[in-house]
């Protein structure tokens, strides 16, 4: 079965601040990866996704996530944070074309100060 | 588009309460999924299900953890009796097995379960 590491699991940073937040899995087959982010007491919803082609994958709020496969990582970036991004974020691995059940990440909880 | 629907948002109980939480899925999504949410062991699985039917409850932590899905829009998620440490978020998600097999899943607002 495939795994998901986040290797960051708390990040403390400042407004303007650049981020890149980690994420690496085991399997070694086409994937489909995923961010997820939780805004504090809000569900889990879909910051952006990648399934095949450009492997740099633009999402919401200026977020962005590269596909690296001879690294098995799916690391996110945003450039300059603010402080409405504090939250929680889940990197999600499926195996692609198979199984509809994504593995997910334990999580990093990202906190910016103003 | 309503999204996914859980109910209550927050339950106090009691231990030794029995605990019922309710998911209504996003219309026309194939696949239900419950998880819980703890600041120890972050989001875990507990049981999913394809088309209504249990496919892997290997997550649900023991034999007080029920889970059905009587039909295509309801599912619920029991514990009795409930224990302290079954206090922690539980989410419901949603999924579509559409022929991109894209695999995203929509969560609901979740259920804070609170258990004295």
């Known amino acids: 079965a495939q795994s998901v590491s986040q290797h960051n699991h708390h990040v403390i940073l400042s407004e303007a601040a650049s981020l890149e937040l980690g994420c690496n899995y085991s399997?070694?087959?086409?994937?489909?990866l995923f961010w997820y982010v939780q805004y504090p007491g809000q569900h889990l919803q879909l910051l952006l996704k990648?399934?095949?082609?450009?492997?740099l994958v633009k999402g919401i709020k200026g977020f962005e996530a590269e596909f690296i496969k001879s690294k098995f990582s799916f690391n996110l970036r945003k450039p300059s944070v603010q402080w409405s991004d504090t939250a929680e974020y889940f990197c999600?691995?499926?195996?692609?074309?198979?199984?509809?059940?994504?593995?997910f990440g334990r999580g990093t909880s990202l906190i910016v100060h103003p | 588009d309503a999204g996914v629907i859980q109910s209550p948002r927050h339950e106090v109980t009691e231990m030794g309460q029995e605990v019922t939480l309710r998911c209504k899925p996003i219309?026309?999504?194939?696949?239900l999924f419950w998880y819980r949410q703890t600041m120890m062991r972050g989001l875990e699985l507990l049981i999913y299900f394809n088309n209504n039917v249990p496919i892997d409850d290997s997550g649900m932590p023991e034999d007080r953890f029920s889970a059905k899905m009587p039909n295509a829009s309801f599912s619920t998620l029991k514990i009795q009796p409930s224990e302290p440490r079954d206090s922690a978020v539980y989410f419901c998600?949603?999924?579509?097995?559409?022929?991109?097999?894209?695999?995203?899943?929509?969560f609901g607002e979740g259920s804070r379960l609170t258990v004295l």
């Open positions: 219309s026309g999504h194939d696949y």
């Open positions: 999600a691995v499926k195996i692609g074309g198979g199984s509809y059940i994504p593995t």
């Open positions: 998600a949603s999924s579509l097995a559409d022929w991109g097999h894209t695999g995203e899943l929509f």
């Open positions: 399997y070694g087959g086409t994937v489909n």
């Open positions: 990648y399934f095949s082609g450009d492997p």
